[in-house]
């Protein structure tokens, strides 16, 4: 059974940087899937932050664009999140999504178009 484990959040002053790692096994053709990353604050909806897709094309919420890059080792099954000049408004429970269809091409940040999600990772950024 697919499993996504996050890792790699904490507790930072805004201004720091953190990377977050999204390792999936018991996965068949990691590279050929679409992939993002989500988050939710307390008391708000789970947004986007970063999507991939397989041939990796790449988007971002445009309140991260400039600051958070997403990544993928294919050879090591692990998704990657660089958050840099981070701000206490990045607050939240960070989650990896991983589609279940691969060769999808189109690159998502809508909930609806992922299918596995991890349990997440805490980021805190104080001011």
């Known amino acids: 059974q697919v499993q996504l484990v996050e890792s790699g959040g904490g507790s930072v002053q805004a201004g720091g940087s953190l990377r977050l790692s999204c390792t999936a096994s018991?996965?068949?053709?990691?590279?050929?899937?679409?992939m993002a990353w989500f988050r939710q604050a307390p008391g708000k909806e789970r947004e986007g932050v970063a999507g991939i897709s397989p041939y990796g094309v790449t988007t971002y919420a445009d309140s991260v664009k400039g600051r958070f890059t997403i990544s993928k080792d294919n050879a090591k099954n692990i998704l990657y999140l660089q958050m840099n000049s981070l701000k206490p408004e990045d607050t939240g429970m960070y989650y990896c999504?991983?589609?279940?269809?691969?060769?999808?091409?189109?690159?998502?940040?809508?909930?609806?178009?992922?299918?596995?999600w991890g349990q997440g990772t805490q980021v805190t950024i104080s001011s």
């Open positions: 999504a991983m589609s279940a269809a691969p060769f999808d091409s189109r690159v998502s940040l809508d909930r609806a178009d992922f299918d596995y």
């Open positions: 018991s996965v068949s053709n990691f590279s050929v899937r679409r």
